[in-house]
T-cell receptor
């Protein structure tokens, strides 16, 4: 079944640790996105990619980085986690025309203590 | 620029009440329009969509009609259930770039038994 997977679902980690949030999709989509969702629910685009070896920063400045070495994989890395990074991170992908919308993963809830 | 304005929440209704969540948009061009739903602890799921003026999207008893003359895409349901409690996001998508999906700020709906 085609889908998009995020791991871990929940992560509690100490300040200063390096973390990688995983996102993989099996739909062959060329476009992938990372959103940060604040407690007020609003979604902020932090990174996107429209293909292998292509990454761009989104509307919200973020200290995280991303890579796109394979079509299906779009991991997000924080080199040194801080409490201000505590948030919900959502990965999404899309392919083809705008009328198809995005497919979202279930999200990673990150807490930095 | 492109933007989506949603009715502010939270919205609290009794079971079997009628639901309307207002959504208006500003776009340069002719967007596709979407409603996404986010249940507690989950990612976003596509609820319904419409790709051109006067189209009506529908799913799970929810409906929304693409009104070009009023640039609106209001979400309606005739009789809500407790299980409809979630956050609802209106969104638009245009051609032309990887960052195509623009979200509204989300509306929290709580349905009481």
């Amino acid at each position: 079944e085609a889908d998009i997977y995020q791991t871990p679902r929940y992560l509690v980690i100490g300040t200063g640790k390096k973390i990688t949030l995983e996102c993989s999709q099996t739909m062959g989509h060329d476009k992938m996105y990372w959103y940060q969702q604040d407690p007020g629910m609003e979604l902020h685009l932090i990174h996107y990619s429209y293909g292998v070896n292509s990454t761009e920063k989104g509307d919200l400045s973020s200290e995280s980085t991303v890579s796109r070495i394979r079509t299906e994989h779009f991991p997000l890395t924080l080199e040194s986690a801080r409490p201000s990074h505590t948030s919900q991170y959502l990965c999404a992908s899309s392919g083809g025309a705008p009328r198809y919308g995005y497919t979202f993963g279930s999200g990673t809830r990150l807490t930095v203590v | 620029g492109n933007s989506v304005t949603q009715m502010e929440g939270p919205v609290t209704l009794s079971e079997e009440a009628f639901l309307t969540i207002n959504c208006t948009y500003t776009a340069t061009g002719y967007p596709s329009l979407f409603w996404y739903v986010q249940y507690p602890g989950e990612g976003l799921q596509l609820l319904l969509k419409a790709t051109k003026a006067d189209d009506k999207g529908s799913n799970k008893g929810f409906e929304a009609t693409y009104r070009k003359e009023t640039t609106s895409f209001h979400l309606e349901k005739g009789s809500v259930q407790v299980s409809d409690s979630a956050v609802y996001f209106c969104a638009l998508r245009l051609e032309g770039s990887a960052r195509q999906l623009t979200f509204g700020s989300g509306t929290q709906l709580t349905v009481l038994p």
